[in-house]
């Protein structure tokens, strides 16, 4: 999304999103009103024998779906973000000049995939390389966030957001879904934790009803410093502003974002899907930004860390330091411009 609000500077862009059949992103897209597509598509790697011919149907199907559009839309250049969506059209798209964006310190299955097929790679941080074919065109972009992110001042942030000077703010979240070992262990520890600081909390829908009945059975003096919610979207920025220590798992935004507002961090990997959460998480941890808690240590780990990391300021102070600067600034722009440059190449 970044990087379109970069290239919605020039009025002659004619953009279209192809996302997968009932994928989530679909209402984002339409409410931006940006021109949305759909095709088949499914996983094939890690999925049960049962499943994997129908899926191998919807990536054929997938692929007929990718060349209508192109034949149609006729773009000039196409940029992939990732997933196993991208594959049947970066198939039938083999002739057409193709960006693929990394968004992770190692890319997954489907995006090591997509680099066959890939004009250029763009990629947030040198450390990305050593996981991608030598032979390609590799570009240091860093990562894209959206302009309204930073919008806010720390003063305007903690007024939208109900937050006092008083107290030091954590900021939780996990996926588009939540972290449910996230939400227990935070419940496990809530009035240890509401004694060190405040807190904003984004549940996920799932777990939004119980989170609810815990915040309204606890003290109503501590009750005032836990602000929950099932999701932020316009005011996500404003979060991030006030916060000052971020607890949330170690997904690509993270490695956009975090450096953006140079929080630190403690990083929670998801261990039930593939590893790339985990070296996102060790990549922070080894730049001196972020600690790593493993999600079967978080219930019992948490107020330690959090408690010594609240009461050693100089500590937090030099994670924030390091954390920001990771960032590198006007990615978007970037990225945009590869997307120019190939735009004008022949193949």
């Not at 996983?43 to 049960?48: F, M, P, T």
């Not at 066959?116 to 972009?141: G, H």
């Not at 006030?242 to 975090?258: F, I, M, P, Q, W």
């Amino acid at each position: 999304m970044a990087v379109i609000q970069e290239r919605n500077n020039n009025p002659e862009d004619a953009i279209l999103w192809v996302g997968s059949k009932g994928g989530m992103e679909s209402s984002i897209i339409h409410r931006a009103g940006i021109p949305y597509a759909e095709i088949p598509s499914a996983g094939i790697h890690g999925i049960s024998f049962s499943k994997l011919p129908g899926n191998i149907v919807k990536l054929i199907k997938g692929y007929f779906a990718s060349r209508k559009i192109l034949k149609q839309f006729r773009p000039d250049v196409l940029f992939f973000t990732g997933g196993y969506v991208g594959f049947p059209m970066s198939l039938a798209a083999f002739r057409y000049p193709q960006l693929l964006f990394v968004p992770d310190i190692e890319p997954g299955i489907a995006l090591k995939a997509l680099t066959n097929f890939s004009d250029t790679i763009a990629v947030i941080c040198e450390e990305s390389k050593k996981f991608l074919p030598q032979n390609k065109r590799i570009a240091v972009t860093g990562y894209p966030t959206r302009k309204d992110l930073k919008s806010w001042s720390p003063s305007e942030a903690r007024k939208v957001m109900n937050l006092s000077s008083s107290k030091p703010v954590l900021f939780i979240f996990g996926g588009s879904k939540g972290a449910r070992s996230i939400n227990q262990a935070i419940s496990a520890n809530i009035i240890q934790l509401l004694s060190m600081c405040q807190m904003i909390h984004i549940t996920g829908e799932p777990d939004w009803n119980q989170m609810q009945e815990i915040r309204n059975s606890i003290d109503p003096v501590l009750k005032e410093d836990y602000h929950i919610t099932p999701y932020l979207n316009e005011e996500m920025g404003a979060a991030f502003c006030s916060a000052d220590l971020v607890l949330s798992r170690a997904g690509a935004s993270t490695l956009g974002e975090l450096p953006l507002f140079g929080l630190p961090a403690i990083l929670v990997p998801y261990p039930y899907a593939w590893r790339y959460q985990k070296i996102n998480a060790e990549y922070l941890s080894s730049k001196g930004a972020a600690i790593v808690i493993r999600d079967e240590d978080l219930k019992n780990s948490v107020v330690p860390v959090i408690q010594d990391l609240m009461n050693n300021r100089d500590k937090l102070s030099s994670m924030k330091k390091n954390m920001s600067a990771l960032s590198i600034s006007g990615a978007a722009r970037n990225i945009a411009l590869l997307l120019e440059e190939l735009s004008l190449r022949k193949k």
